[in-house]
């Protein structure tokens, strides 16, 4: 363990005469610099739907999805406060898009999860192609593509937005462009997509330089259905359950560069093996109920609740019903720099 | 293009003499050796399925599949009798299976696809796990997995094998082992790949040292509802009409390293552009009537009907009905040794 | 270009309210939080070598580098003051060890660059190797290697020191741990790895988990001697003159996963065509002096001095001698994530 | 062990029939075809370079480079006779170039590798470099690249020719190329390529279709140099002494997609364990003298002899005085296919 030298008179006046030249001592912030473990100001955090809704009605009635350009409220980490994140990489808010509403089409270098929380049929437009979304239906609008949403049903539809907003920000590679109209134009029908790339086929010529998924609708439907053929299997992980990560058919890959994102299933009475990983992880539940010790805090979690993880904290999760949980993070991030570490069941 | 030195009586005794040495001159061969364009014995043809299931039948009545070990008519390219090839690389046969019959396990370094033609509910197992197949299914047996077959139905069962036992020969890096059992023991539920592994996600902690992939039956219902998903956009390629390769769904590659096996739909009244490439290929029509053009030879094809197109010659498909065509060649080999060549419209 | 909505006093009541829950609208930061063009506080910067030094060498007459720990000063952007960091990502400092002296082994998650600006002779060691190290030597350590420090010459060492600790912080995942000994054992003859790994050959079972080259020092004689030969092709890219990137011999990419690093050479008379590009760049001259333009602000330079140029800032390079820069940037996460941009000559 | 099926009149009728069809019973054959181990005609041999060289002279006097396009006697092994083959999958010969003479400029699918067995400073020219060949220098010409070769000095030239020839052949995928002139036209200095791809650095912004390496004479004197450098650290393979891999330095993969070069050192009194693999392999020594045990043939070998160990046939080396070893397989390919198998010391 590094203890920051003494300081003696001399050498506050020579920091102080570096000062002026841009310069600092580095032996005087070693120790802040480089941790013996992750150190961040991120907390465990539970936020409960019930009160995220109630505040999102509330904005409903205040603005528009056209003024705010998307009505979203943010989760900020209780640690992390004023800055936009709820990781120190990432950004969560949940998005609210009234009946007869348009969050008008624009692109941008962020990288963007939806998960959707609540409602049916509200739609995502992405490079020429719409989907309409369903509760735990796992969308993805890519990095630099048009895309817009809108909501023709007669019922509100909230969803989980999940974006490198942080990340772009600190690599300084921001860009956002506004389309102009509110609506991108359609060249391909709904569906085409994740027929064309869903079904573990690929058109025989396709070559992408992208490298985010082509499918940007994982139905929920269909992920549900697979989890409970690979339950019979009775291959429980000690530590995650059943868990599953979102790919890009092209490379088997993570479904976007910055953003891992997964689906768990915890039988009943589960409870998992003490896990810590440097990614932090935001969870949702999509069904049953259960909690989450997380390093000393304990969150009581049911549908729609979104909770956070940060970077090394250790976590066991029980399960007092069948449950389902999507979670991100900046996994992909990590495991190409090659900087991921986990540590299980002896954390 | 080069032509051979004159024999002189002088270069005719250096050449003798040199034999002897197990040395021969290159430039008396060059000629044969290097040739300015693909120039094999294979010739195109086309077995009507007729005539196999006749042929098949009467071979059931002769020998059993356990005495046969694999009760499979190797259809051979009428260039290249006596090589139990179809093109120079692969095998290609139509193997049956009847009521009660079983294959017993055993595993070889070739790596084997099958195509099913006729019949319903017959299985195979792989790795533990059983899949029963129906007409349009395409199922793999990896490399060194132990595989067998069975048919508990009461109709017999026929499908076309696609092997590298060409290329595994030439490379001199044959292996195969005798289960001893007629059936391995099953350890997985029936679905459990195409689940964990075909739903465009993959369990979290999945890495895998096999290039193939680990979907072992890609159902043909599935597939066929894709391409009729995906003709809704009306994007057809000229020389292709709508064609989709199987994929490894953990690398986005081929689903085999040695054979490349692909989907396509051509829509009534559909005429191809002239193609031709350096990748051999057997088709089988699943659906639909046709015929096709191969240099000079016109093939006429219906369901289950197979035929192949050699290397480099020029083909035009023309489809009377919609017709839906399976087909396999070396593609990924050519691509992996960056050999592959192909010519678009303008052969 | 997105405009924040009115604030009235409804939604000021509304935004105190969620506050308290940890929610912020995202109508309020969205201008701030995605920008049209990358936009953080870093700015173009120039240190002088003589300055460097003049400070460095009065930082040794005040605390001993074992003390220190590692007797750095950090360059600070202007900028970014506080966070010792010379762009948002990276951080960079010039490190001095004085004859006799040592710094001792430790190794942590973060990797590490050391560029030589005077002196010779002295060492570093990593994973059982020492190198000496020459003006111009590149030298990596790895993540999570251990290495260490010394200076059995006559005369003062001077380092340029490239690390991604920003980087590593912000992902929140930093580890290090201290070795015990000043240095670590030999296991290696010295140069075993530039022989190894260097030569355009690798070890015929070699694999290897690292993300991170095996070549640890590349000598400068040698870049420099290709540089020379390359020369003579006459071939000079308009933005960057003849500028190569170093590389890891097992992948063909960067020789780090997180820091790009590069070699430069510009022709006396040598004018860039404007550049941009969105991976902040650290320079510093070998041989010769010139200027940069960067935006606004213009830096001559010389030999060892260190300059910074922001990202998407234009940049344009004027050669008054024939000059070799070494480089370094976060290029290699900007290319893995899929956000690099560039734009050349017409910015 | 599968037993062929007995033949009975029936069986033996029914065989006749469906052969006017172009069909063949599998289990007539599939012993054959799929055999418990490889089991081609390829067996050890060594040709002495003082046999071969008398043969060339000769030859020499019998026919120009100019009028045989390429002077070379084929080296083919004894089992596979007429086949133009070392190995089953590759072609050696060896080429001889007198003063004054040119092998005029072609290009071909075939990739071939040259190994400078005697001579020194004539050249070769690839895609408009020419290099000066010198003793143990591993030159490569890539598939479809223009190559021509020279003799300006006043000594016969001979070196090794390496070629995927059978593969190409067996894949059906030939093409070639005659220039027209007996020299292609030279567009970089001698030099060029080696120098901006040889030393751990790239070009910026480099990006290459090719498989094949860039660097296209990897010369011994620099690669002879490393495995001195390397022995110092006396780590001895028990299989292979000191055995490196030529790599493409855009990849770390093979320096070539279908043939595999190697070099390597074995100190005086090594005797190596017991190996065998998949990838039958051609080697000549470049310096020292030994012997080795391939199945029950013992091969004594000196500088610039010529011999092949097959498929999966243990061999065991013995060096009398130090030795250096020059070597190439198909193992690309079998690694690329994934049916590759060694087997170390318990052969």
């Known amino acids: 363990m590094s203890i920051a030298p003494l300081e003696t008179p001399a050498r506050r006046a020579f920091y102080d005469k570096i000062d002026k030249s841009s310069m600092t001592a580095l032996w005087t912030v070693l120790g802040a610099l480089i941790t013996p473990e992750p150190k961040s100001a991120c907390v465990p955090h539970l936020w409960r739907f019930a009160d995220i809704r109630a505040a999102m009605i509330e904005a409903g009635s205040l603005i528009t999805a056209k003024e705010a350009e998307r009505r979203v409220l943010i989760l900020e980490n209780p640690g992390l406060r004023g800055r936009s994140s709820i990781t120190t990489s990432l950004y969560a808010g949940v998005q609210l898009i009234l009946p007869g509403e348009v969050a008008p089409a624009h692109k941008h ?31 993805i609008t890519p990095s630099d593509a048009w895309h817009d949403h809108g909501n023709e049903t007669d019922a509100p539809m909230f969803w989980l937005d999940g974006l490198d907003i942080p990340l772009i920000q600190f690599l300084d590679v921001s860009f956002i462009e506004h389309h102009g109209d509110d609506a991108q134009a359609l060249t391909r029908p709904e569906g085409d997509s994740l027929a ?28 549900r259905e697979a989890l409970d053929q690979m339950r019979r299997a009775r291959q429980w992980d000690p530590c995650h359950g059943l868990k599953m990560r ?15 994102a997964f689906l768990q299933l915890l039988p009943k009475g589960f409870v998992s093996s003490r896990y810590r990983s440097t990614d932090a992880t935001v969870f949702t539940p999509v069904e049953g109920r259960g909690r989450s010790t997380i390093g000393d805090t304990v969150v009581e979690w049911g549908p729609k609740d979104i909770f956070v993880v940060p970077s090394w904290k250790p976590v066991v999760h029980e399960a007092s019903e069948d449950a389902v949980l999507f979670s991100f993070s900046d996994r992909p991030v990590q495991e190409k720099l090659g900087v991921l570490r986990e540590d299980r069941g002896n954390a």
Chains 1, 2, 3, 4 share one sequence.
Do not use: C, K, W
Not at 109 to 133: C, D, I, K, P, W
């Open 109 to 139: 270098a962020q990288s963007a999860l939806r998960f959707v929380l609540e409602g049916s049929g509200a739609h995502t437009a992405v490079n020429g192609e719409r989907t309409r979304m369903e509760v735990g239906d796992f969308v």
């Open 196 to 223: 064309r790339f869903g079904a573990n086929m690929l058109p025989v010529d396709q070559t992408s330089g992208s490298l985010t998924s082509p499918i940007f609708n994982y139905p929920y439907a269909r992920s």
């Open 246 to 260: 979102y790919v890009n058919p092209q490379t088997g890959d993570h479904a976007m560069p910055t953003i891992g």
